[in-house]
């Protein structure tokens, strides 16, 4: 049996193409999101019912828009995506929430001792930012903690 390599890792903001059944959107660079970024998805909190807390380390279904239509593929499988190479700034933490990988700069307070926001890198050059709930801040997270502390200049 021949070994296969592992599938690369999807960072949330990456640009991917798409090789699914929906043929339009072929042939194009898309922005990747949570399949769930624009409302809801119903398969998707569906599958979330099901695992309930233990949610899966690497997320199956993404969200793939095209921001130049603003056309977006909603559930979208991770086997249907082929991320395009970006180099990532030197100081990004990878960082899962909610099985969703991300590309962390910082984080500051999102409401409690364990809400955070996470700001993260995109292959846009935008920042962009999520909301989470942690039960523990790991080491990766206290130090993008400190990272969201340091002063702009």
């Known amino acids: 049996m021949p070994d296969t390599a592992p599938a690369p890792r999807l960072f949330i903001g990456n640009r991917v193409t798409y ?16 399949c769930m970024w624009f409302g809801h998805c119903q398969a998707c909190w569906e599958q979330d019912d099901e695992f309930g807390e233990r949610k899966p380390m690497e997320r199956e279904h993404f969200m793939a828009a095209d921001l130049t239509t603003d056309r977006r593929l909603h559930h979208a499988r991770r086997a249907h995506l082929t991320p395009i190479p970006h180099e990532w700034p030197e100081d990004a933490v990878p960082v899962n929430i909610n099985g969703y990988w991300y590309a962390a700069a910082y984080t500051t307070a999102g409401g409690s001792d364990r809400a955070r926001t996470v700001h993260f890198y995109t292959a846009e050059d935008l920042m962009g930012r999520t909301w989470c709930h942690i039960r523990e801040p790991a080491p990766d997270i206290r130090r993008l ?5 340091r002063p702009v200049i």
């Open 145 to 149: 903690d400190e990272l969201g502390r």
């Open 19 to 34: 090789h699914g059944t929906v043929t339009e959107m072929h042939d194009r660079p898309l922005y990747l999101l949570p």
